[in-house]
């Protein structure tokens, strides 16, 4: 695997994590709309009334289960790549990886953030990769 993709793997745990919670949200909202089944109402129909808020817990229960085990991949993806990012060297490599894979600004706003050009952020960000496949190898052949 090569160091992008690798260290894009944060990012993309945390858009699917950010996603599983607005699914979660929607299905909260849906499921405090729906009425339990009222016993005490005279049935007028001959089909058995389904329990809407039990198929809505249940949807509820497997959303949350879900955002659980994104939440706990994102977080060690974040810490391990974090840790690794903090001891590059140079600091312009440390800063640029940060911002880029952990932060997830694009090439220009890093330029703006740290008041260089656009071309000269590409030019140190193509380094830093390298660098950080020179010193992670192993990490990069454990997720290939």
């Given at each position: 695997?090569?160091?992008?993709?690798?260290?894009?793997?944060?990012?993309?745990?945390?858009?699917?994590?950010?996603?599983?919670?607005?699914?979660?949200?929607?299905?909260?909202?849906?499921?405090?709309?729906?009425?339990?089944?009222?016993?005490?109402?005279?049935?007028?129909?001959?089909?058995?009334?389904?329990?809407?808020?039990?198929?809505?817990?249940?949807?509820?229960?497997?959303?949350?289960?879900?955002?659980?085990?994104?939440?706990?991949?994102?977080?060690?993806?974040?810490?391990?790549?974090?840790?690794?990012?903090?001891?590059?060297?140079?600091?312009i490599y440390a800063d640029l990886l940060y911002l880029r894979y952990i932060k997830?600004?694009?090439l220009w706003q890093i330029g703006d953030e740290l008041g260089y050009t656009y071309?000269?952020?590409?030019?140190?960000?193509?380094?830093?990769l390298r660098e950080f496949g020179r010193m992670f190898p192993d990490a990069l052949?454990?997720?290939?």
């Amino acid at each position: 695997m090569k160091p992008k993709e690798y260290l894009m793997g944060a990012l993309r745990l945390k858009s699917r994590y950010e996603h599983a919670l607005e699914d979660l949200e929607y299905i909260r909202s849906m499921a405090a709309g729906v009425e339990p089944i009222r016993y005490d109402k005279e049935r007028v129909q001959t089909s058995p009334e389904r329990d809407k808020m039990a198929e809505y817990m249940v949807k509820l229960d497997k959303a949350e289960s879900k955002a659980q085990r994104l939440s706990e991949a994102y977080f060690n993806k974040y810490m391990t790549i974090r840790a690794q990012i903090e001891i590059m060297s140079p600091q312009i490599y440390a800063d640029l990886l940060y911002l880029r894979y952990i932060k997830g600004m694009r090439l220009w706003q890093i330029g703006d953030e740290l008041g260089y050009t656009y071309e000269w952020i590409r030019t140190i960000h193509g380094r830093a990769l390298r660098e950080f496949g020179r010193m992670f190898p192993d990490a990069l052949k454990e997720h290939t």
